[in-house]
């Protein structure tokens, strides 16, 4: 329950705060409204960066003491950028919010489930990503009214004061710290079927992990922010664009909802097939039937299945590959390529978008679609044909 809170009010601090109030951030740093979110590159790439070295600490000294800091980090880029009044400090608030993301979200958050309860952790990750998932419905609205009485500079100092004194004392309460960290490295809780580790290693698992999640990566935060764009593209109305492409928040809801009530019994492999398998599936039906309304619609909700799907198989799926005790380690290597793609895609859509427009977008989008089935598919065969020579995993 503490997770949820405080992945709440980090998530509506460094993600949310810029979707809602860019426009105050523009017209106080003197930036331009479309510069403001170069501001979430700059987080990502410093973020992947830090990843690796991020994952080391984590796995040594366990979740509690990195995830305080982060929080920490949290609210001094939140000070900075309420001071901000020129693109040198915004962009250092910026920075400060890269080097707490791997520690202070879903990098730390996932180590910590995992550390408290390895076997129950695949349900916790799902509940804690249904949360967050919806933690704009939280954060949107209290930005705005926190901005309308105190400023957008008030309502950033707000969040700096929560992730001071809910956040940080929350981690420094409820998370593991480095006995517990060590105790579950040496003697890790018993993982069911579904996330029980191949026997031996498995040639190119890294690899091919990490080209299917970066290319989904590329998928599922490079097209959202375009969702309008495309829908107006093959001819809807911006209101029509608007209310279809609002629907893929829905697809992805159902996606964790369904991991939650019943997807642990498959192996997250399988939840993984399926999730790459819906993204070419939902822009192919763009492409042929993307001019009428039912067929946006059924691109709008599969495409957010698929990436409801994604974001946990991409949590969940370095504790099938690797186990505990390489988990934090591994996710942070992980997070490098991914977060490389979520930093340069949304501009490099733009780009295609506005040179060739939205169908040569999605085109292309279901190329990278298509790469990515191939490796979570090779992915997956690989660790099935490890397991049947062990003699393991027949019942998957």
């Not at 509506?12 to 426009?23: D, Q």
Request: charged content about 10%; glycine content about 12%.
């Amino acid at each position: 329950m503490s997770l949820i809170l405080t992945q709440m009010v980090a998530w509506g601090s460094v993600f949310h705060a810029p979707a809602v109030l860019y426009a105050h951030m523009a017209s106080g740093t003197g930036i331009a409204p479309e510069f403001v979110f170069g501001g979430l590159t700059v987080m990502l790439l410093i973020g992947g960066l830090l990843s690796p070295a991020a994952g080391r600490v984590l796995e040594r000294d366990g979740a509690r003491r990195w995830m305080v800091i982060g929080s920490g980090l949290v609210a001094l880029g939140l000070c900075v950028l309420a001071m901000a009044r020129g693109p040198v400090a915004f962009l250092l608030a910026w920075a400060i919010f890269g080097a707490a993301m791997p520690i202070a979200l879903n990098q730390g958050a996932s180590t910590a489930l995992v550390q408290i309860a390895p076997a129950r952790a695949r349900n916790a990750i799902a509940i804690l990503l249904l949360v967050t998932g919806v933690s704009s419905f939280v954060a949107w609205p209290t930005l705005i009214w926190l901005a309308d009485g105190l400023g957008w500079r008030g309502a950033l100092v707000v969040f700096a004061a929560l992730n001071v004194f809910v956040c940080m004392p929350l981690h420094a309460w409820s998370l593991p710290g480095p006995a517990q960290a060590l105790r579950e490295r040496d003697d890790p809780e018993p993982l069911p079927e579904s996330l029980a580790p191949p026997p031996v290693p498995v040639r190119g698992a890294y690899a091919l992990a990490a080209i299917s999640f970066a290319l989904g990566g590329m998928l599922t935060w490079g097209l959202p922010l375009h969702m309008v764009g495309i829908l107006t593209g093959f001819g809807h109305a911006e209101k029509t664009a608007v209310a279809v492409g609002s629907l893929f928040g829905l697809g992805q809801m159902l996606a964790r909802g369904f991991e939650m009530v019943g997807g642990r019994r498959f192996d997250i492999l399988t939840i993984g097939v399926l999730a790459a398998l819906l993204m070419p599936a939902a822009l192919a039906a763009l492409l042929v039937w993307g001019a009428s309304p039912a067929g946006a619609v059924a691109f709008a909700i599969v495409y957010g299945l698929s990436t409801g799907f994604m974001s946990i198989v991409r949590a969940v799926a370095p504790l099938r590959l690797f186990g505990v005790a390489a988990y934090a380690r591994v996710l942070g290597r992980l997070n490098v390529p991914q977060n490389i793609a979520f930093g340069v895609t949304p501009f490099g859509f733009a780009l295609v978008r506005e040179s060739w427009g939205a169908q040569a977008l999605v085109e292309i989008a279901l190329g990278l679609a298509w790469l990515c089935l191939v490796a979570t598919v090779l992915l997956q065969l690989r660790v099935r044909a490890v397991e049947r020579r062990a003699g393991r995993g027949a019942s998957r």
